[in-house]
């Protein structure tokens, strides 16, 4: 295959833009990561302790003396239901990014230059953290789709099983849309001569784009923030006692389903399909040794902003190394990163006030065990998108005073016990809906787009409660109660 010659397009540009001014302001705005102490005003207090559990002696965000009214979470409330519902009352009206970008600038700038006004130094700092969480976002999502698993594999239960079981674990590596973009096409093709095929491509959800990513902050957004708030980041390896449970369940459960399938397919397509196999094979793997140094980036702490400037670097690198026709055999496009960076933009600006409000009320809401933690998170994180709901359960459990086993750059301390459950409940039950997880509604439209016939929103609920919600029933049970 002959290599990319075209230049960067716009967004890989806009990128190196954003990576600029992050340069230029580094030194003037309060942020983790940059050496200097940020200025103190009104809206900020200093911390009195610092513990040595703390990550890296990084300024922390500000802790506000502003308290925002309570109308003033409606834009957060708006932002999040718009998500929620818009796809269902207006699908095809959603599908336009650009009314997705009127949406939430409708409510992102009047909230914003409100709380501008109020407490700048706390919207700063959202904001750099969202620059930040894109930044990243989109690298793994250009660099792994220079990666294409191109095959047609005899679709046995024990071959889909592997399939999904190396989803799974890449979740973890290269985030869960990159591994979902990397194997739905090969879950796909291989299952293509199937009559029953639609379950594989759910359990490809349940997995691949949701609770595979749980081991660390590369995995699943709503880690990455948290590692961006001071969460160590070998910290998510904990997760494993949970992760290989819930993983190994779902893939049980699913081996089970895909037997009784199996036998109900027919003779025929049986034939056809050990008839007209195509080895597995991997194009792009070039951009395997630019994952590698994303995790190399993030594992070291390089700081800010020279951490996001490495990151766009990869990217352009990526792109001009990749073979030709990768990705356009991959189908790739920007559409999906441009997407999330809209909504975002809107999420990370409204949801400032309900930060603030949790900070100075969250104890009295009576969430306090970590069986609270991770069924209110998980719940929440069902029907809105799960990282603003991380953030969010995380807030108030830093308004708790916890024991301080691991310290955030607020100055809060926090258990190990109710991080758990909230990084569980936002990780796994992404996957109880189409709209938990980013690339849930992804991998229902590619899915579509090559003839499987998904289930609708509420189609979808019903499996994912007959399966999912028993798993973590007992996940509860063993782990937090």
């Not at 490809?204 to 980041?233: E, H």
């Not at 359960?393 to 758990?420: F, K, Q, R, T």
Request: hydrophobic share 50%; net charge positive.
């Amino acid at each position: 295959m002959k290599k990319t010659s075209n230049g960067a397009p716009r967004l890989l540009l806009a990128l190196l833009f954003t990576g600029i001014i992050f340069i230029l302001t580094a030194g003037s705005l309060p942020a983790q990561g940059m050496n200097q102490e940020p200025e103190q005003s009104l809206s900020t207090l200093k911390l009195e302790q610092r513990t040595e559990m703390t990550v890296s002696k990084t300024p922390e965000p500000p802790k506000p003396e502003w308290e925002p009214p309570l109308w003033s979470v409606i834009g957060f409330v708006l932002m999040l239901g718009a998500i929620a519902m818009i796809p269902l009352l207006k699908p095809h009206w959603w599908e336009s990014n650009r009314n997705k970008a009127i949406i939430t600038f409708a409510l992102a700038i009047p909230f914003g230059i409100y709380i501008l006004l109020n407490d700048r130094h706390s919207l700063v700092y959202e904001m750099r953290e969202y620059i930040s969480f894109i930044v990243l976002l989109g690298s793994l999502f250009i660099i792994s789709g220079g990666i294409y698993l191109h095959g047609n594999i005899y679709a046995r239960p024990k071959n889909n099983v592997i399939l999904l079981g190396i989803g799974t674990i890449l979740a973890s590596l290269i985030g869960t849309t990159g591994a979902a973009m990397l194997m739905i096409r090969p879950l796909i093709s291989t299952n293509s001569e199937r009559k029953y095929a639609k379950h594989t491509i759910i359990f490809s959800v349940f997995l691949i784009a949701n609770i595979g990513g749980a081991l660390t902050p590369l995995g699943d957004p709503p880690l990455y923030m948290g590692y961006l708030r001071g969460v160590p980041f070998l910290w998510t390896l904990r997760l494993w006692q949970m992760w290989l449970p819930a993983s190994g369940l779902v893939l049980l459960v699913y081996y089970l389903i895909d037997r009784h399938y199996w036998a109900k397919e027919s003779i025929e397509s049986k034939r056809w399909d050990e008839k007209y196999q195509l080895p597995l094979s991997l194009h792009g793997k070039i951009n395997f040794l630019w994952l590698i140094a994303i995790i190399l980036i993030i594992f070291f702490g390089i700081k800010s902003p020279y951490r996001e400037l490495a990151m766009i670097a990869l990217c352009l690198i990526s792109w001009l190394t990749t073979p030709k026709g990768v990705r356009e055999a991959h189908k790739f496009t920007f559409n999906p990163i441009i997407e999330v960076a809209v909504l975002f933009f809107g999420i990370f600006v409204t949801m400032v006030p309900a930060l603030i409000l949790l900070h100075h009320h969250g104890a009295g809401m009576g969430i306090t065990r970590p069986w609270q933690f991770f069924w209110a998170t998980g719940i929440l994180s069902s029907f809105l998108d799960n990282t603003p709901t991380y953030l969010v359960y995380l807030s108030l459990a830093e308004s708790l005073n916890l024991p301080p086993e691991v310290m955030l750059h607020s100055g809060s301390g926090i258990s190990h016990i109710i991080l758990e459950a909230i990084a569980c409940g936002a990780v796994f039950m992404g996957a109880n809906t189409y709209i938990g997880n980013g690339p849930n509604f992804m991998v229902k439209v590619i899915a579509e787009e090559n003839s499987v016939k998904m289930p609708s929103f509420f189609g979808y609920m019903l499996w994912s409660g007959l399966i999912l919600i028993p798993i973590f029933i007992l996940i509860t049970l063993i782990f937090f109660i």
